[in-house]
């Protein structure tokens, strides 16, 4: 009888090893849904950012304050090609424009340009970059390739900053509404 027991006690565990191991990829990203961020107190200034030819664009904590915390969601997209946005978090200064980080600093990937909820990448002291990269392929292609330009509205508030970032993915640079996304830097 004790056999038994125990023989069930390792079935069980072996089965919620292998549940773990594949549950295991979503949880190594870090980003985690949450209903709304901290409002942004008393916008300060507002401006346009245009990156021609940047595939991605990266983000910081400034270093007016070691304690931050971010959030992202996608809200909107009109693309004729499958859109693909990658996060990552690095605790470095940020990269030259041409640069990512490695993919052991990827925290969230996610398919498609559909608008979605917040995700919160957590709250953090010290210098961290945040990267938000948008790829694209046609569709039933193998490969992602890269964006070919991004523009930013960048606002900055008393308590954090506020980003639309938006993708484009043809050369000829016309709309930059194929991927675009919020971010929300808060500083405490």
Do not use: C
């Amino acid at each position: 009888m004790a056999d038994r027991v125990w023989a069930s006690k390792i079935g069980a565990l072996l089965l919620t090893t292998a549940m773990v191991s594949a549950i295991a990829p979503l949880r190594s990203l870090q980003a985690q849904t949450t209903v709304t961020p901290p409002p942004l107190q008393q916008l300060v200034h507002s401006f346009d950012i245009s990156q021609p030819e940047a595939t991605a664009y990266a983000l910081w904590n400034e270093g007016r304050s070691d304690r931050h915390e971010v959030w992202f969601r996608i809200i909107s997209g009109e693309a004729d090609f499958q859109q693909r946005l990658r996060v990552y978090k690095e605790q470095a200064a940020p990269r030259s424009p041409d640069m990512l980080p490695p993919l052991s600093t990827l925290v969230y990937e996610i398919d498609n340009n559909d608008p979605s909820q917040w995700f919160y990448l957590g709250s953090e002291s010290g210098f961290f970059t945040y990267y938000f990269e948008g790829d694209n392929r046609l569709i039933g292609a193998p490969d992602f390739e890269n964006a070919h330009a991004v523009r930013v509205q960048k606002s900055i508030y008393n308590n954090g900053d506020y980003y639309q970032i938006s993708f484009e993915d043809i050369s000829e640079l016309d709309d930059y509404d194929d991927l675009e996304i919020e971010v929300i830097l808060i500083r405490r």
